[in-house]
């Protein structure tokens, strides 16, 4: 029987900050909707019904965005590993519910280096590596790394491909 390598490798700390980031934008979206919604059911006298689920979104909403901001993303790095070999990619992640993903190098199709702007601002790049059935994601690698590890990914996966 094999044994299966842990995977040992870790992603950048910045993925922290621009978790936050990310969530504070669409937090704050969300608390500001609910905000409007509630100041509108008063405005027009909507229905009572109406006035206490937005109450109840208005106060929720807070509480998610302290997990969404504070907690959460430190977790998630925390507990993100990845590692790659000449035979396969082995992630693995997950706060409540632990995910370990085992994708062979012979199953491999393409490995994509995507950067949006928060992530260009800390020179981040995530990987995506796909497979005939399910794409797999590396968040927020350091650009050299992740630069580094799409070419190392395509030519194993090229090589075991020709044998």
């Not at 969404?68 to 998630?76: F, M, S």
């Not at 590890?149 to 044998?163: D, F, G, T, Y």
Request: proline share 4%; hydrophobic share 45%.
């Amino acid at each position: 029987m094999y044994d299966i390598i842990q995977p040992k490798e870790r992603i950048s700390k910045d993925a922290i900050k621009v978790w936050r980031i990310t969530s504070a934008i669409v937090d704050s979206i969300g608390i500001i909707i609910a905000g409007s919604l509630l100041w509108l059911s008063y405005h027009f006298d909507w229905a009572n019904w109406l006035k206490v689920t937005f109450w109840i979104a208005t106060i929720i909403l807070p509480l998610f965005t302290i997990w969404e901001i504070i907690i959460r993303p430190k977790l998630l790095y925390k507990y993100w590993r990845y590692g790659i070999d000449e035979n396969y990619v082995r992630l693995r992640y997950g706060i409540i519910t632990r995910t370990d993903v085992v994708v062979p190098m012979t199953k491999i199709q393409y490995v994509e280096a995507n950067q949006g702007p928060l992530m260009r601002k800390y020179n981040l790049y995530s990987l995506s590596i796909g497979t005939l059935g399910s794409d797999h994601d590396i968040p927020a690698l350091p650009e050299e790394k992740a630069l580094v590890l799409r070419e190392q990914i395509s030519e194993h996966a090229k090589l075991k491909e020709v044998e």
